[in-house]
């Protein structure tokens, strides 16, 4: 299992460096891809990004310091550099700012069900901050608790019941979709 969880997250971020990689606008505009697409393309873009963001959040949480690449680093010439733990809480808490931030590409919170969105993001930087003092040595509770009160105010509510939370029809559930993040 543990080879398991490690093994996924460094693949999924591999997956997310090449999906980064092939998907610049030199290479859209080199592959005459339409400005409509090259729209939509960018949502994904700051969606992979944000799904490489928890994946390395989920290796940092688990194994402290990680295998680190970025779209930027060469494939298979040279291994990956170990980063420190909280070098990677850096890089995780900047990719998420920038991605919550309103000039970003990312979807607005609760636009994108099932995929994920502004909400997803600060969901993870919520979390992320709660366990600052872990990751990087320095609490973060007040940015946590900023955090937490944005999210809110994007209408997302806890369900009324926990249980809901676990039913087949969440998609449909209004109880439990508001809380999802």
Request: glycine content about 6%; some cysteine.
């Amino acid at each position: 299992a543990v080879f398991g969880v490690f093994f996924r997250s460094i693949q999924s971020i591999s997956f997310c460096n090449e999906f980064l990689r092939q998907t610049t606008d030199a290479k859209l505009a080199e592959r005459g891809v339409s400005s409509s697409d090259v729209a939509r393309i960018h949502a994904f873009r700051a969606e992979a990004r944000l799904i490489r963001a928890w994946y390395y959040w989920m290796a940092m949480d688990v194994f402290g310091n990680v295998p680190f690449t970025t779209e930027a680093d060469s494939v298979g010439l040279i291994p990956p550099k170990q980063a420190d733990r909280a070098d990677v809480y850096d890089y995780i808490v900047g990719e998420l700012e920038a991605l919550v931030a309103d000039d970003s590409d990312l979807p607005a919170a609760q636009s994108n069900y099932p995929r994920v969105d502004k909400g997803s993001a600060l969901g993870l930087l919520a979390r992320i901050y709660l366990n600052a003092e872990i990751y990087k040595g320095t609490p973060e509770w007040e940015k946590c608790k900023q955090t937490c009160e944005k999210i809110f105010n994007l209408g997302y509510q806890l369900a009324p019941t926990y249980a809901e939370l676990f039913r087949g029809d969440n998609g449909e559930n209004p109880d439990a979709y508001n809380e999802f993040l």
